[in-house]
């Protein structure tokens, strides 16, 4: 049994070879990708181009280690491999580090304003107390010096604050290498505490924090424990932390009640979960179970995915009267990335239901519609809380007569702070050479900067015409035709084919009909969902002609925006766990060979090209 386990074992990196050739393009969510005029700058860009596996073993306190560099840190991998660790995050750490440089600023300017409105206030309270300390020594005939003395010695009656620095929890450290980076790249930084339950990896930690040079009490603090636990035990105002990260294996759902209680308020919790084919409608009921909303397949699947998390993080909050507002969230790969920033207020916990919505995606056309949760209606002063108003649709597709999928609850309102995103990208663009992903990274937050805040989820052309069984509109006809209507396009940095827009989906298919009156489509089955849309008449004249905002700012500028897979087999790795020595030994040095192949190839890729 044992030796036809690792037989099989060892075959499934070929079979994955084998599937993945025949279907170089596959997603989670199975939606079509299909070429577009509009996406011809989305060349190979490279990835993990900041991690640089020596090859050569170093001697450390007796043992002997290969050493890994990322950007500022130098891990030492062990032979045992008894710790996960997965170059491919290197993006998702890059991305992290810049979005913590602007936040440590931001923080330090909040944190100094409430220093000083306090110390005004204890100014004010101080003044107050004196006077009436020495207006009370006064009456009682004490002489002017003794009245004097009352009035300083009741001056300090009100303590001073300590404002502290800013601190990062990271829950779920595994070999140390991001509390390293944290600690070496962010500004502002005055301690990373390193948490993870196995001790194998604490003495990981520990190892990369001094061979790194770093303080293991002051600086970067490795602590064994179990991170929900830990949590838990910083619930209090005064043992919160401004920043906490959870990077899990698969998904965050069981540490969002903890770590929404340990963000101090205003700090910043960064969550990140690899869990996509739940996320994105593989496994609707293993989602709703996870994060209480259930996914459903869709062309717009990886910002649904987004979207769940977000509400599941929001309702979480909600029953520690908390709420969140998202500044970055991302579809990345195969995983997702939010910040959110936590703040306490029992006033806008009540809006919390009127920010989510459940989904109404259309089985035929993929026509999409939301239904919010809850009403807030403000008179003068007054705000009502009201119950929704629906349905959102009847019980049939008003484009094609199909039936609807419902999904969620999922998030509603935005999912970026647009001035957030353009001040974490300045950042990245004043530090070049500062990230090994750089390229990426401003091509992917320029997209974000980008796009329409207030209109969730999106349309992509392959599916649009899929639906219709007609030609692929460009990207670039498509934004035109709606431009020229009247409405307002975007892309997405969740999918290149995504047309996020304003429109509703009558009109996007009234558009998409006025196309196919200029590319006909022939020899359609009678019962298609093809045959029902198309056999209503255009409502108004759409035009294609090419629309002066059409070209998305970023791409003219020659900003590469989308990177593809450089490596075969470039996703999650396996999940890290204990084995027998003699396997261990095995494992390591194909871990490290494959390491090194991934160097090198990225190596070999050909500069991005500028879009045509």
Not at 197 to 212: G, P
Not at 401 to 429: T, Y
Request: charged share 20%; glycine share 6%.
């Amino acid at each position: 049994g044992t030796l036809w386990r690792r037989v099989i074992q060892s075959a499934r990196p070929l079979v994955w070879e084998v599937a993945r050739a025949h279907k170089p393009n596959s997603t989670v969510c199975g939606s079509a990708r299909m070429a577009s005029k509009l996406s011809v700058d989305d060349q190979p860009a490279g990835a993990a181009k900041g991690v640089t596996v020596s090859g050569a073993t170093v001697t450390f306190e007796g043992s002997e280690y290969v050493e890994v560099k990322e950007g500022s840190a130098t891990i030492l991998f062990p032979a045992a491999g008894e710790v996960f660790y997965n170059p491919v995050q290197e993006f998702n750490r890059d991305l992290s580090i810049a979005v913590l440089n602007h936040f440590s600023t931001v923080w330090a300017t909040e944190q100094g304003a409430l220093t000083t409105k306090r110390a005004g206030a204890r100014a004010k309270y101080d003044a107050a107390t004196a006077a009436a300390a020495a207006a009370a020594a006064a009456a009682a005939g004490a002489p002017a010096a003794t009245a004097v003395d009352a009035a300083a010695g009741a001056a300090v009656a009100l303590p001073a604050d300590n404002v502290a620095g800013l601190t990062v929890l990271e829950a779920l450290s595994a070999t140390g290498l991001r509390a390293v980076r944290y600690y070496n790249e962010i500004d502002g930084l005055t301690n990373v505490v390193a948490n993870d339950m196995s001790a194998e990896a604490v003495a990981a930690i520990r190892r990369n924090v001094v061979y790194n040079k770093l303080d293991p009490v002051a600086q970067v603090t490795p602590n064994e424990d179990d991170a929900i636990d830990l949590m838990y035990r910083h619930r209090g105002k005064s043992d919160r932390y401004p920043v906490v990260d959870l990077d899990p294996y698969g998904s965050a759902g069981p540490f969002l009640d903890a770590a929404v209680q340990a963000v101090e308020d205003g700090g910043l919790l960064c969550v990140t979960c690899t869990d996509m084919a739940v996320l994105a409608g593989n496994h609707g009921e293993a989602c709703f179970a996870k994060y209480g909303a259930y996914s459903v397949r869709s062309a717009h699947c990886k910002e649904t995915a987004v979207r769940i998390i977000l509400y599941s993080i929001a309702s979480a909050a909600a029953r520690f009267k908390r709420y969140i507002v998202p500044v970055v969230s991302t579809s990345i790969d195969f995983y997702c990335r939010v910040f959110v920033r936590v703040y306490t207020s029992a006033a806008e916990v009540k809006k919390t239901a009127s920010k989510m919505a459940q989904l109404y995606n259309c089985t035929g056309c993929h026509a999409f519609h939301l239904q919010r949760l809850g009403r807030v209606e403000v008179q003068g002063k007054s705000t009502k809380y009201k119950a929704p108003i629906g349905p959102a649709v009847g019980p049939k597709c008003d484009e094609c007569g199909g039936s609807f999928h419902l999904g969620g609850p999922m998030w509603a309102e935005p999912i970026h702070d647009r001035a957030f995103v353009n001040s974490v990208l300045d950042g990245v663009r004043a530090s070049p050479g500062k990230y090994g992903t750089e390229q990426r990274l401003i091509g992917y937050l320029s997209v974000i900067a980008e796009e329409l805040e207030d209109h969730p989820l999106y349309y992509t052309a392959p599916s649009l015409s899929g639906r219709a069984h007609c030609i692929t509109p460009s990207l670039l006809d498509i934004r035109s035709g709606l431009l020229n209507a009247g409405y307002k396009v975007s892309s997405s940095h969740a999918d290149k084919d995504a047309l996020k827009t304003d429109a509703p989906s009558s009109a996007v298919w009234d558009m998409m009909r006025a196309w196919v009156k200029l590319h006909p489509v022939k020899n359609l089955p009678a019962d298609s969902p093809a045959t029902r849309l198309l056999a209503i008449e255009p409502k108004v004249a759409y035009s294609f002609e090419v629309h002066p905002e059409a070209n998305p700012k970023s791409r003219a500028a020659g900003i590469n925006r989308f990177q593809q897979n450089p490596l075969p087999n470039w996703g999650p790795k396996a999940r890290a766990k204990r084995r027998k020595p003699t396997e261990d030994a095995t494992d390591a040095t194909a871990t490290l060979e494959a390491a090194s192949e991934a160097d090198s190839a990225s190596k070999k890729l050909k500069a991005d090209q500028p879009p045509t």
